[in-house]
């Protein structure tokens, strides 16, 4: 029984975080305190009710031996004790109407038991109030102490009284002091802590609408270039099939090449949506070196690809290759779908030192209505993308006849990217 009091006396005297408390008295302390929190008027009608029981004594002496001084020893009891009751409401008023039915019972010349109450009022306002308050309240407690030491000093010299009386008024100012700069500093902790996670929800938020919009680009460019090439071919198929079965047959092939892959590629956009923790299979991301398979998959449709390449992706950022990966896709994507009667596209990539340029134009018409900035998520993607670079897009008729994309992608640090 011991040791667990020593346990726990010293964790309840420590900084250590309360929960590491174990044992039946620091739960009764615990329960307690929260009582207290939830219930500070009961809880000061309780204290009050203890200094009555304090003063409880000599209200019996002075009733059976003062005869009718006795009421003016009950009556100011009764004042000094009963506002107790009020303090934590009203710390500033009881505490002077205390000191003032001091300086009354001082008057009339009545020593009484109650005065420890003017301790618990001093500590009140040192509590709740800044220091220079709390000062001033120690000042007017110490003048009363002053008062009482030249009156009653027992068998002690008034000086010798007034050092025993100073000691509980200096115990009782520093109390509460201390006790209102660690709420203070609780109040700052608890603050900067809901501060802090607030912005870590309002990042998460952040974060995951830029994880969705990456996502949905993504599934865009993967699906709707697939889908258009799988629907070319589909129709191109069809037509070719009673005249040229084999051509037909090797179309569809190709559409079941093309819709395998695409379904692997949405399968690995969608697992980061997964919240398992079991691993799961992970590809890289497509990059320069997959657009000649990219293209292959369109000359199938029956579009010519010619391609023109400057210079070499060295060292270039794996993002980079594949903002222009997506760029190429989406350009012939848009080929497919917009462009009336196109049979050529002509792509160059321009690799410097310090931007990669992709120009992509085909000999097609565009339909009648679509413009930059109606042709759709597309475009905007292909912006987006550039964009992360510092770098832009321009999309539109070409002086030439056709439709022409230009995009420029500054990459100034190239071994150096962002994840």
């Known amino acids: ?109 009545l020593e009484l038991a109650a005065d420890i109450t003017l301790l618990v009022y001093l500590y009140t306002v040192a509590s709740r109030y800044p220091m220079r308050v709390a000062v001033l309240a120690g000042v007017v407690m110490e003048f009363g102490v002053l008062l009482a030491s030249i009156r009653w000093p027992r068998d002690l010299h008034w000086t010798e009284m007034l050092v025993l009386l100073t000691g509980p008024v200096v115990a009782a100012l520093l109390l509460g002091v201390y006790v209102r700069h660690r709420r203070n500093s609780l109040d700052v902790l608890v603050g900067r802590a809901q501060q802090l996670e607030r912005e870590r929800d309002q990042q998460a938020v952040i974060a995951a609408a830029e994880e969705r919009t990456r996502i949905a680009r993504e599934m865009h460019d993967v699906v709707a270039h697939s889908l258009l090439v799988m629907v070319t071919l589909s129709e191109g198929a069809a037509m070719k099939q009673a005249r040229e079965p084999v051509r037909a047959g090797e179309a569809m092939r190709q559409v079941s090449a093309t819709g395998r892959q695409t379904l692997t590629e949405i399968r690995r956009l969608l697992g980061v949506l997964r919240t398992e923790t079991a691993p799961q299979e992970r590809s890289p991301q497509p990059g320069v070196a997959e657009i000649d398979s990219l293209l292959e998959r369109v000359r199938k449709t029956g579009l010519n690809v010619d391609v023109t390449v400057t210079g070499a992706p060295d060292a270039l950022p794996p993002s980079a290759e594949l903002a222009v990966y997506r760029i190429v896709q989406e350009a012939l994507t848009n080929t497919l779908k917009h462009s009336v009667d196109a049979s050529s596209v002509r792509i160059g990539i321009s690799y410097g030192t310090d931007a990669v340029t992709v120009d992509v134009r085909d000999d097609g018409a565009a339909t009648s209505g679509v413009s930059a900035e109606t042709a759709g998520h597309g475009v905007i993607g292909m912006r987006e993308r550039a964009a992360v670079y510092g770098g832009t897009v321009n999309a539109g008729p070409d002086s030439a006849g056709g439709w022409r994309i230009h995009a420029h992608l500054p990459v100034t640090t190239r071994v150096e990217d962002a994840p």
């Open 1 to 109: 029984m011991t040791d667990r009091v020593l346990t726990w006396w010293r964790e309840w005297i420590s900084d250590a975080p309360r929960a590491a408390m174990s044992g039946r008295l620091p739960s009764a302390y615990l329960t307690v305190k929260t009582l207290i929190g939830r219930h500070p008027t009961r809880t000061d009608a309780a204290l009050a009710l203890v200094m009555g029981l304090w003063a409880l004594p000599q209200m019996i002496y002075h009733a059976r031996h003062s005869g009718s001084s006795f009421f003016g020893y009950l009556l100011l009891s009764v004042l000094l004790v009963v506002p107790l009751i009020w303090r934590r409401r009203f710390p500033l008023s009881t505490f002077a109407f205390s000191a003032a039915v001091a300086l009354v019972q001082w008057i009339v010349g």
